[in-house]
């Protein structure tokens, strides 16, 4: 085959898996949305299916041929060779793994999430604790027939995100948890702030209401841009204009729809602003599980739990629910909105605590790989982890360690990419702080400046970097923890008032 029909092949491959990867997108849309349950039976066999179909498509040993090949020559456009360079790593990876160890894994999965779902019911953890051990087996098994000399756990912190590796998690967590504990603690003993207001009733209809000013103001144009409800917030799409978001609304929560709004916007905006000529390849995604989360956490956290914000915003919101918050400063109603409380649920945690979460799911998913953590009894010592870095304790396994789906799924190493997104973020704003005036642009309604500083500076560039070399060139320097810590410490010093302790 010449360099011409080898391109050729591997665009029309690369277009048929989109094409499948289009409808399964938006059959999922539909279902986690409005799809009626009773006909789920019928979709989810033909949906099987045609995940079937992808997944043979994709599984082609002639097409990892041809993308090894294309993507060493340099006569290649190089948007087709980085393709084939991520091309390359899945289909390795996926192709050294015999196909019926695959089907028996997909089924384990399966079983393993039905029995969590019983023992989260029963507050049982005996009942799940049998299938982790066998996930985990079988995840060793996956990655020990990898081409690969990374310890077992570095291969699964690399399939999240590039470079990680548990050395570089060991430090990042390990700064994590030494400025944050004693920190968290000075915030608990420190005078409690009110943010009893927030939690009134609040008629969905005016919170409805509300959003559509809000994601006017965030310019998420009905374009390319949709959102619905959900049970759990996500964000979907199909190509660079056609993204979906959800968010969930509360009655007596005014700012959980609110916030989840922000946060999917933080990921819809990044879908959207990839470069369009990346649309249906593979590089027309965020680069890694981080780096989509830092931008989902900067718009949240940074942006949407300002007094910036909220000076554009707060007198919508007023207006709206005027019995409920016209006594409420708008400096009262950002303090409640940002009050920390070490809790048991990592969803539903606060800015400030939500990393310790990461750090417990991280040392155990690290143990139970290294082999000092074991299945057994992992109950009380995720009880322990819990007590000794929040001082919080579960009196029942479901506000425990069965609280989360995705061991059941076998996802181990994706976890700690929820911290670090949120220190990525940190470390985006405040160089873009130096470089625009974001608060102004908040408070004056300018809210697309913000985000073409985001698109040239890390959305456009999709997969075609690598993680670390999208943060050197926004920011001029490799990954730093400091700058997350540091924000974090000056924010809460300066809202518990904790000064001169
Ligand atoms: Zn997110």
């Given at each position: 085959m010449?360099?011409?029909?080898?391109?050729?092949?591997?665009?029309?491959?690369?277009f048929?898996?989109?094409?499948y990867?289009?409808?399964?997108s938006?059959?999922?849309?539909?279902?986690?949305?409005?799809?009626?349950p009773?006909?789920?039976?019928?979709r989810?066999?033909?949906s099987?299916?045609?995940?079937?179909?992808?997944?043979?498509?994709?599984?082609?040993?002639?097409?990892?041929?041809?993308?090894?090949?294309?993507?060493?020559d340099?006569q290649?456009?190089?948007?087709?060779?980085?393709?084939c360079?991520?091309?390359a790593?899945?289909?390795?990876?996926?192709?050294?793994?015999p196909?019926?160890?695959?089907?028996?894994?997909?089924m384990?999965?399966?079983?393993a999430?039905?029995a969590?779902l019983?023992?989260?019911?029963?507050?049982?953890?005996?009942?799940f604790?049998?299938?982790l051990?066998?996930?985990?087996?079988s995840?060793?098994?996956?990655?020990?027939?990898?081409?690969?000399d990374?310890?077992?756990?570095?291969?699964?912190?690399?399939?999240?995100?590039?470079?990680m590796?548990?050395?570089?998690?060991?430090?990042?967590?390990s700064?994590?948890?030494?400025?944050l504990?004693?920190?968290?603690h000075k915030?608990?003993?420190?005078?409690?702030i009110?943010?009893?207001?927030?939690?009134?009733?609040?008629?969905?209809?005016?919170?409805?209401k509300?959003?559509?000013?809000?994601l006017?103001?965030?310019?998420?144009?009905?374009?390319?841009?949709?959102?619905n409800?959900?049970?759990?917030p996500?964000?979907s799409?199909?190509c660079?204009?056609d993204c979906?978001?959800?968010?969930?609304?509360?009655?007596?929560d005014?700012?959980?729809?609110i916030l989840?709004?922000?946060?999917?916007?933080?990921?819809?905006?990044?879908?959207?602003?990839?470069?369009?000529?990346?649309d249906g390849?593979?590089?027309?995604?965020?680069?890694?599980?981080g780096?989509?989360?830092?931008?989902?956490?900067?718009?949240?956290?940074?942006?949407?739990?300002?007094v910036?914000?909220?000076?554009?915003?707060?007198?919508?919101?007023?207006?709206?629910?005027?019995?409920?918050?016209?006594?409420?400063t708008?400096?009262?109603?950002?303090?409640?909105?940002?009050?920390a409380e070490?809790s048991?649920?990592?969803?539903?945690?606060?800015?400030?605590?939500?990393?310790?979460?990461?750090?417990?799911?991280?040392?155990?998913?690290k143990?139970l790989f290294?082999?000092?953590?074991?299945?057994?009894h992992l109950?009380?010592?995720?009880n322990?982890m819990?007590?000794?870095?929040?001082?919080?304790?579960?009196?029942?396994?479901?506000?425990?360690?069965?609280q989360?789906?995705?061991?059941?799924?076998?996802?181990?190493?994706?976890?700690?990419?929820y911290a670090l997104?949120?220190?990525?973020?940190?470390?985006?704003v405040?160089?873009?702080?130096?470089?625009?005036?974001?608060?102004?642009?908040?408070?004056?309604?300018r809210?697309?400046?913000i985000?073409a500083w985001l698109?040239?500076?890390?959305?456009r560039?999709?997969?075609?970097?690598?993680?670390?070399?999208?943060?050197?060139?926004?920011?001029?320097?490799?990954?730093d923890?400091?700058?997350?810590?540091?924000y974090?410490?000056?924010?809460?010093?300066?809202?518990?008032?904790?000064?001169?302790?």
């Open positions: 010449t360099r011409e029909e080898m391109i050729e092949t591997y665009r029309q491959w690369v048929r898996m989109s094409a990867q289009m409808a399964l938006i059959i999922e849309i539909d279902r986690s949305t409005v799809a009626p009773a006909g789920a039976s019928y989810d066999e033909r099987a299916y045609l995940a079937g179909e992808a997944y043979s498509i994709m599984m082609d040993p002639k097409m990892l041929e041809i993308v090894n090949i294309l993507k060493e340099e290649v456009d190089p948007v087709v060779r980085r393709g360079q991520l091309y790593i899945r289909l390795g990876n996926s192709l050294s793994f196909k019926e160890k695959f089907v028996a894994q997909s384990l999965f399966n079983q999430y039905d969590w019983k023992a989260k019911q029963n507050n049982d953890y005996s009942i604790e049998p299938y051990k066998k996930i985990i087996e995840r060793r098994e996956e990655y020990s027939c990898r081409n690969s990374l310890p077992l756990y570095d291969q699964m912190l690399q399939d999240y995100e590039p470079g590796t548990t050395e570089k998690y060991d430090a990042f967590f700064a994590v948890t030494d400025r504990v004693p920190l968290i915030v608990t003993e420190a005078e409690q009110d943010n009893s207001f927030l939690h009134q009733e609040y008629p969905i209809e005016g919170q409805k509300f959003m559509e000013h809000l006017s103001y965030l310019h998420f144009d009905p374009s390319w841009g949709y959102q409800e959900t049970e759990h996500f964000t799409w199909t660079q204009n979906r978001t959800t968010t969930k609304y509360i009655h007596d005014v700012s959980s729809a989840s709004t922000i946060h999917e916007a933080g990921h819809a905006w990044y879908q959207h602003n990839i470069d369009p000529a990346f390849m593979i590089l027309s995604d965020g680069v890694s599980c780096m989509h989360e830092s931008q989902s956490r900067l718009l949240e956290n940074h942006l949407g739990r300002s910036s914000f909220w000076k554009a915003n707060y007198p919508v919101l007023q207006e709206i629910f005027p019995s409920q918050l016209k006594d409420v708008l400096d009262q109603f950002v303090a409640a909105i940002n009050v070490p048991l649920v990592r969803t539903e945690a606060d800015e400030l605590t939500y990393p310790l979460h990461i750090a417990i799911r991280y040392e155990i998913e143990g290294n082999g000092t953590i074991s299945t057994e109950d009380e010592t995720w322990a819990y007590e000794k870095y929040l001082g919080v304790k579960a009196e029942q396994a479901s506000m425990g360690i069965l989360d789906v995705h061991w059941s799924s076998g996802s181990f190493g994706y976890f700690p990419t997104g949120s220190a990525y973020a940190a470390q985006f405040h160089t873009m702080e130096q470089q625009i005036p974001v608060h102004t642009l908040l408070e004056e309604n809210f697309d400046e985000e698109k040239e500076n890390i959305h560039h999709g997969c075609y970097l690598q993680p670390q070399d999208i943060l050197k060139q926004a920011t001029g320097e490799g990954a923890v400091h700058y997350y810590l540091d974090l410490c000056d924010k809460y010093t300066k809202l518990y008032d904790l000064r001169g302790e």
